[in-house]
């Protein structure tokens, strides 16, 4: 399946706001896709990158997380996130 | 109990820079770079490594305003937009310097932060030969203050007679008998009193520019100036008019 | 030092205020009793009218550079606690030849947190500047100490978060065994700021109900405020309830924010204290722990503590009384200790409904009368600095 140029920016920016919000400057954004995941082999984030992440995508995207539970689901990889920010602005 | 400095190394600020490429360094505050450029150079000058001190190996860090960068960060971002940003909280404790340290050198006995406005320095110094004479053979004690550009406005109104800190850090390595004996390398500078005058009549030399927590980078330019530039007692005046003078004596 | 052995440190005085008393023993009851002050997650103190000591000390303001510090909470509840100690001790007033030991993360907090946030956004007229960070050195708070005390002696701060008094109480106790002061004053104060209570929330750490440390369904911490203080000395005087008898500072060298899984820094404090006291696990009858309520705090001090005491002795928390209330904890709930031993009553730990299987401890059974010769304090603090207090009543041979 072909990702829309849409999706391919949202991605980029959703990747952009997390290098910077934990300051991921020494990976290579060109690596991060939407199969990259947050914890473990992927961004390698740890409990305290993911609260600073989920405020820093709720903050620049205008969305928010309802309960633990949707965080786990949604800030799995990129690509779900990127999924929960369409869905909200559709 | 005299204690002896074994190591001692001042902040670079373009090795603190540079640490900020360091991914073990990614969430690191300006402290904390700047505390661990001055103890990795102190470091380097003992006679063995630190891990064979085991657990008997102390940390104090001495702060006088703290982690003033993340503080002023968190609350204007908590004031502007209503958003509290985890990391800067974090980030904002004062023993955020002291806790990056442990995890980073893997210190798992005593770890402590002092700060006492201009005299944190005097008095990590003071916390380190309790805790030499018991807990531990080596301590590392490292003094650091940033100011943060977002607030020096501010500075006019707080140091009226111009006096303005550079950001920095100091560290020395301190021991005590046995300490010396594992890790110094030869001569050594003995840290023998330290005393405080809280009084505004003090005389002295014009403070050093290093913020509050001076007295620790005062020792570690003794120690590294050596035996023959070294005079005792080093005599500090500080900005808010007291002063201190420590006594210290070459050991070879 | 004597021939004999180190020199006992008695403890001859103490004093406190937290959201639910202002005093010691006010607290102990309300924990005795059941009675929290916790309202929608925090525990504010209210400051009471000022006796006369507290009024005549903090009178003193008036003639030092200080006069901001009257509109915080910060000053009045640590006089409240030192004047109660004073009192508990028969002290008159500090001598130089004494120490002072103060624990405190957000120092006078309000009072500088307010003018730097306007500051920050632009709000502050230019002639209000200078206080926007003339009160924010936590050194501040010990400057205006020494002032209103008359005081030039030994004294510092400590900053190591939630175990800061406990770690000032553990250098006090090395400051009057050593000899190298015979009396010292050791306490902490801690105020509730925005910056700590949005932190704590953004770190999702807070709870909105009372905690319930230790419980199955616990949700997190209460933050809240108080001031407590103890007088350590060689002498005894004759009123002395306890001596602190071994103290110990750990690092987990493991996680900023996460305490080690099994506690292994907690296990290393709480093994030094009581090798520090010459005593085994054993001799220790209750274990007042650090039981925020947090569920990884909780759990990895539960591991920690079956790890050194197995499951035979009573551990509880009274968090849910009177909050968390980060430096000033340790030396809170100390006096909590303390007024226990004086008392000869175990404090449980209220709010405790379903114990969770996980934290295999034995729950000290609240209310139950027997005498406690030895107590253990524990803490554990942010970025993994642990600290343990070992009491030891008056009249038990070491």
Redesign the interface.
Known sequence: MTASVDRVTLVRDIAQTIVE??????KNLDDITGETALMGAGLEL????M??VV?AVE?RFGVKIAD?DEGKRVFRTIGTIAEFVEAKDA | MTIWVVGAGLSESTRAEAL????DF??ATTNVRLAASAVEKALAALAAPLSDAGSRVALVVATGHGELEPTAGFLQELGR?N?????LF?NSLHNTAAGFLALRLALVGPVTTVSDAMFSGEDAVDVARTLLDGDADIAVVVGVDTFPAVLSELLPSLYPDGFRPVDGAAAIILANEVGRRQFGRGAALAVETIERNFGTDSAGETPSQFFDADAIAVLAQAALAGAASTASPLVRRKPDGTSSSTTVRWDA | MTAAGPTPVWITGYGAISCVAADAAGTWLAAYEGRSGIREGLGAVALPTESPSVAARLSRLKTTPFGALRGGKALPMAISAIEEALAAAGWEGLRDDDGLLLATTTGQGPLWEDELMRHLLGELPADRRSSALATQPLGVTLAVLRELYGFRGRATILSTACSASTHAIALGHRWVRSGQVRRCLVGGVEVLSRLTVEGFR???LLSAERARPFDATRQGINLSESAAFICLERDRAGTAVARVAGSAFSSDAY????PHPEGRGSVAAMRGALSHAGLEPAAVDWIHAHGTGSIHNDLSEGIAVVTVFGDKTPVSSTKAIHGHSLAASGALESVLCLESMRRGVVLGTPGLATPDEKIAVRHATHGAKMPLRCVLKNSLGFGGANGALVFVADGESR
């Open positions: 919000a934990v300051n991921l400057r020494h740890d409990s305290l990158d609260l600073e405020v903050t633990a | 900020r490429d360091d991914p990614r969430r937009t958003v509290a940003r985890p990391l974090q | 953004s770190l999702k996680h900023m924010t996460a």
